[in-house]
């Protein structure tokens, strides 16, 4: 029976970092803010995520906008997925896995329009068995529905087992735990070590495709840098 790995979209397969790096200098330029308010932007935004309700409104005060915070996260949700890109090497990673007899497919939590945009404009959707997007399907993660949906798209179920790589110990790992599947967590130093659970626990996705490849072979366990 062909294995089955499932990854999370932001931040395990996308590159967020560089792409609100690159939204934070169009931010400035086209408001005239000169490039020490793209160092403040991105601090804001690695001291206040997840919360963009709060990230946006302090973003308003600091820079005194007329738009409401709102207006201004929405402009973001719809300008981001044109910025994202995926982590070196990931592509082949998962290509490499499916010509290795792997279903593979991604879990996200989000809108359905901005996750789908991100999916396609990568080329992630033409590399990947199947997806389960959380606003389309009308449940999230940690449910253990939506991993099972994402397995039934990529040709399986969840009873056959198999993995979940994820950089969220709440959402990816959590639910991968009640979907059945053992986990990689990606650990990127936003979330306290105490949170974790997972079977593994890697410092980038590419890593965590060697942890479950090595896993299926027989490999021993191990925590990956």
Sequence with gaps: MRPLALFDLDRTLLDLDTALARWAAEFAAGRGLGPEAVALVTALDAELRPDRGRFFAELRRR???????EELREAFRRRLPYLAG????VREALAGLRAEGWRVGIVTNGAADRQLGKIRRTGLGELVDGYAISDAEGVRKPA??????????CGTGL???????????????????????????????????????????????????EVVRDACSGGAGRVVT
């Design 159 to 209: 009873a056959a087992g198999g993995w979940m790589v994820g950089d969220n110990p709440a959402t990816d790992v959590a639910g991968a735990r009640a979907a059945g599947l053992r986990s990689v967590w990606i650990d990127h130093g936003t979330w306290p070590a105490h949170a974790n659970v997972a079977d593994h626990v890697v410092g980038h996705v590419l890593a965590g495709v």
């Design 144 to 153: 253990a529905e939506l991993f099972a949906i994402a397995a039934r798209r």
């Design 86 to 89: 995926c982590y070196p090497g």
């Design 63 to 69: 820079f005194g906008l007329p738009e409401p915070a």
